[in-house]
């Protein structure tokens, strides 16, 4: 069963992702205002094929820790694709920090560049992080809430990694709060797994860190905060 609900939704997702990227040709060129709510469905279809064809449900706790202020900083676990499309939804007005060859997708690269999402080359050392921040600092201006991924890729269920210090470099040059947040999404969607289970992926959205001067201490509390989850 699990087989056959992976390949429906497969053939779902991308079925959906080529008519909405066709479709997406109107937005990109006359109505470009439209991109970041195009988007947004795209993702929430995308979403509500999970649930209905895999029976793979969301449930998130703590919503009320995100902060007040139009602009934050999400900090999140990252163990599956779907990761990259819950919070388009979550979220009023949210960018992802994404890596650059995400770009070069047809019709699917255009638009998450018009919806405003930041691309990062993740080879591209200093030079890169600053131009990383200066086009945070522009989505900031726009009223975005910004979500970055500390272990820079996905990892397996229980599996620890170095955290990339950007998160508190990015924090600290534009004066947000980091807000951590823990999810169980790789037992549903294991990471570069085709197959996807049935249950609930829990999505824990923990207190802000609003100092972030320390970058070990400040990493180190994004770690404490996922944990408390996983004890």
Known sequence: MTFIRSVSFAIY???LTFIMGIAALGIRFI???????????????SLK????????????????NLPQEHSFLIASQHQSA???FVWMNLLERPAYIMKRELTRIPLVGPMLLLAGMIPLDRQGGVKALK?????????????????????????????????????????????????PVSIDSGYCWPRNSFFKYPGTIHITIHPPIVDTSNRKETLAAIERSWRKVES
């Open 31 to 45: 109505a470009k205002k439209h991109a970041l709510s195009y988007a947004q469905l795209w993702t929430r279809l």
């Open 49 to 64: 094929g999970l649930e209905k064809i895999c029976k793979i449900s969301t449930q998130v706790i703590g919503k009320e």
């Open 82 to 84: 779907f990761d990259t």
């Open 13 to 15: 997702f991308f079925s």
């Open 131 to 179: 131009s990383l921040i200066q086009d945070c600092q522009k989505a900031i201006d726009d009223f975005r809430q910004i979500i970055i991924f500390p272990e820079g890729t996905r990892t397996a269920v229980g599996e620890k990694v170095k955290l990339h210090a950007g998160t508190v470099a990015i924090a600290n040059q534009l004066n947000l709060k980091i807000v």
